[in-house]
């Protein structure tokens, strides 16, 4: 009776974690993650900030980690700038080269990944001239090998990484308006 019982609960834990591989492997082979705000500043003002990977560092959510080490190389901004950084186990390892910069309206980052595991995805902001100032959108995309596909079935990645996005963009808005407005009382 035990022995039954046992053989028919790893029939169905197989059966479970077989349909688990079989879904997910159905997965699409890329992602994309985007946000986007609406900044009441000019393109112009916004960009600069972004292009430069020094300035990112005063609203990038990824700099949580006080020890961690820190490289700037290649050009000083746009394109061929190049961060490198290496942290704890919140925000990992990884170099960050901009790869396009078109002022003021788009630059482009190759992002490498080494730890807690390896990527390369694109990122993209795009800032687009609104009339009551710019539509900033953040996103990235890029493969996804089969175990991300197994891990997007147990963590929702574009809600985790989104809501990084999401911080960072809060940020840049409220240092790019704060600073709009200590112009504006000048």
Same mark, same amino acid.
């Given at each position: 009776?035990?022995?039954?019982?046992? !053989?028919?609960? #790893?029939? #169905?834990? +197989?059966?479970?974690?077989?349909? #688990? @591989?079989?879904? %997910? %492997? +159905?997965?699409? $082979?890329? &992602?994309?993650? =985007?946000? =986007?705000?609406?900044? %009441?500043?000019?393109?112009?003002?916004?960009?600069?900030?972004?292009? $430069?990977?020094?300035?990112?560092?005063?609203? /990038?959510?990824?700099?949580?980690?006080?020890?961690?080490?820190?490289?700037?190389?290649? %050009?000083?901004?746009?394109?061929?700038?190049?961060?490198?950084?290496?942290?704890?186990?919140?925000?990992?390892?990884?170099?960050?080269?901009?790869?396009? /910069?078109?002022?003021? /309206?788009?630059?482009? @980052?190759?992002? $490498?990944? &080494?730890?807690?595991?390896?990527?390369?995805?694109?990122?993209?902001?795009?800032?687009?001239?609104?009339?009551?100032? *710019?539509?900033?959108?953040? #996103?990235?995309?890029?493969?996804?090998?089969?175990?991300?596909? !197994?891990? =997007?079935? &147990?963590?929702?990645? $574009?809600?985790?990484?989104? =809501?990084? &996005?999401?911080?960072?963009?809060?940020?840049?808005?409220?240092?790019?308006?704060?600073?709009? *407005?200590?112009?504006?009382?000048?």
């Amino acid at each position: 009776m035990i022995t039954t019982m046992l !053989v028919i609960i #790893a029939i #169905a834990l +197989t059966v479970a974690i077989a349909a #688990a @591989l079989i879904y %997910a %492997a +159905t997965a699409p $082979d890329t &992602f994309q993650i =985007s946000r =986007s705000t609406l900044i %009441a500043a000019p393109p112009q003002r916004i960009f600069s900030m972004i292009n $430069d990977l020094h300035a990112q560092s005063a609203w /990038s959510p990824f700099e949580k980690d006080p020890n961690m080490k820190r490289t700037h190389s290649g %050009a000083p901004l746009g394109k061929g700038a190049v961060y490198e950084w290496d942290g704890n186990r919140q925000v990992g390892a990884g170099r960050i080269a901009i790869t396009d /910069s078109v002022p003021p /309206s788009r630059v482009t @980052l190759l992002l $490498d990944m &080494f730890r807690p595991f390896k990527a390369q995805n694109v990122v993209d902001f795009v800032l687009e001239q609104k009339s009551n100032g *710019t539509n900033v959108t953040w #996103a990235m995309q890029g493969a996804q090998p089969f175990m991300a596909k !197994v891990t =997007s079935l &147990f963590i929702n990645c $574009d809600k985790v990484v989104g =809501s990084q &996005f999401e911080e960072g963009l809060a940020k840049l808005k409220a240092l790019v308006e704060t600073q709009a *407005t200590n112009v504006a009382a000048e």
